[in-house]
């Protein structure tokens, strides 16, 4: 199981297709990813469920391809 602590900002976050989806801002509570605005598509922040991520080691890396992450992370402003 991934725990929050694993998770630091300025982590990579890779998909599991291995495209980038973003760089980690910080933990928003204990299970949610928020993903920084400056790296984004739309200039959002974006949240990623911490149940997405299949492992943790230099990157954050999802069970869920890039298409798959995009069309389901919820923004938050």
Same mark, same amino acid.
């Given at each position: 199981?991934? &725990?929050?602590?694993?998770?630091?900002?300025?982590?990579?976050?890779?998909?599991?297709?291995?495209? %980038? @989806?973003?760089?980690?801002?910080?933990?928003?509570? &204990?299970? %949610?990813?928020? /993903?920084?605005? &400056?790296?984004?598509?739309?200039?959002?922040?974006? /949240?990623?469920?911490?149940?997405?991520? +299949?492992?943790?080691?230099?990157? @954050?890396?999802?069970?869920? +391809?890039?298409?798959?992450? %995009? %069309?389901?992370? &919820?923004?938050? +402003?």
């Amino acid at each position: 199981m991934i &725990s929050a602590t694993d998770i630091r900002e300025h982590m990579e976050v890779k998909a599991a297709d291995g495209s %980038r @989806v973003g760089i980690v801002d910080h933990m928003e509570g &204990s299970d %949610r990813i928020k /993903l920084t605005k &400056s790296d984004s598509p739309d200039g959002q922040h974006h /949240l990623i469920p911490l149940d997405w991520v +299949n492992h943790v080691d230099a990157h @954050v890396h999802l069970a869920k +391809n890039a298409d798959e992450v %995009r %069309r389901q992370w &919820s923004s938050a +402003n």
